[in-house]
């Protein structure tokens, strides 16, 4: 339904040539100041942050009444907090006001337009778009953020199945008092809050997520400050030429029980990569999987296999790399892109992936890349190859990018 919305205004504005002239994301981390937030909403944290579209969408007068209609919808709820989550959705209707007005905006306010144009394509926060008109751009990323924020709403707001029930779902009783005051209260504190048109929506999508101990997305964020960096600090002395491959990437296999860290599975998938790093594959080694098995666990697949390589492999933190985020065989290969993109590291050169025969058996299958089609939008690689049995090759798709906040616990 969203795209019908979108096309409808696309026409309506008039762009000089230079500003639909695409731009590359720029080769860095997103700066990350709310984590959970700007991982899911780049696009409104640069709303918020930025002066001079924050003072656009501050004295559009249309934006500022839809801002009240929906205020007044959700005060009218008193303290239900069924009623307030639901007032807070945004409804076909809502959609297609926003982005008319915001096609408008960007249209007639050359501030807003520049401001735009400086910093969303630069983030690649919405890759799959970057190579349209700008404004098309900002409709795409806007209904992006729309998605996400009902995802959330619905999800760990009023208790519908996410994509992966098993673990991925809410953690709380949605019929408690305990939850209901919690939402009665935020709404009480965030009352005549002010803040732009979105704020409210994002604000207690946001909520639910800590609520439900949802906040998997923000763990060691920034991570290039933390965890990798490091492998980060040496980086620009690599010589990239005189390796194979530019990093050995490990998918996570997590346990079943809260008790287990690691996996035997993820134990022995640690055990092929040193030995492939020994070898002299790459300079690096990329681990990833996050808190997935089981549902709420205390243990992040990557964290965890990186314990293993320093203290029992004795590969050093200066090699190893970590994404403790992703939930999936899918998302493993599409962070592994990100990280290669944002770290610099050159994505002409192959990525080495090692797993065990049945994993990399299942990536090698023409079922997987159909799934990343129907779960992501796209296939995070390209020139995909058989090496080994243990092993398979490929080159990133720099649609990886993308931001995907229907999956908010790693977007």
Known sequence: MFRTIVSVFLGAAVFTSSACAASAPEPRPLPL????????????????????????????????????????????????????????????????????????????????????????????AYALYGDRAPVDLLQQAWLTCVRGMNEILTVYGQGHDPRYPKIDSASVDMHTSAFQQAVADWQTKSAGAGGLFFEPAMQLSLRLLLLNRRDEAARFEPIENSENRAALQGMAQVSWGKYPYSVIVVPGAGPEDYQTALSSAGRERVRLAAEAYRKGMAPFLLLSGGYVHPSQTHYAEAIEMKKVLEQEEHIPASSI?????????????????????????????PVLIVSDPLQTAYILAPFFSARCEKELGYVPYTSLKFISTTEVSFLPNLDSLEQDPIDPLDP
């Open 321 to 349: 790399l970590v994404d403790p985020f992703a939930r999936h065989t899918t998302t493993n290969l599409r962070n592994a892109v990100r990280e290669i993109y944002r770290y610099g590291m050159p994505v002409t050169r």
């Open 33 to 124: 100041i709310n984590p959970l937030a700007d991982k899911n909403f780049y696009l409104l944290s640069l709303f918020d942050r930025q002066p001079e579209l924050q003072k656009a969408l501050v004295h559009d007068a249309a934006l500022a009444q839809f801002a009240r209609q929906r205020i007044a919808r959700s005060a009218a709820c008193k303290n239900d907090a069924n009623c307030i989550i639901a007032a807070a959705l945004w409804t076909d209707d809502d959609a297609a006001t926003t982005a008319h007005e915001l096609s408008g905006l960007y249209a007639r306010d050359a501030a807003f337009r520049k401001a735009l144009n400086d910093a969303l394509p630069a983030s690649g």
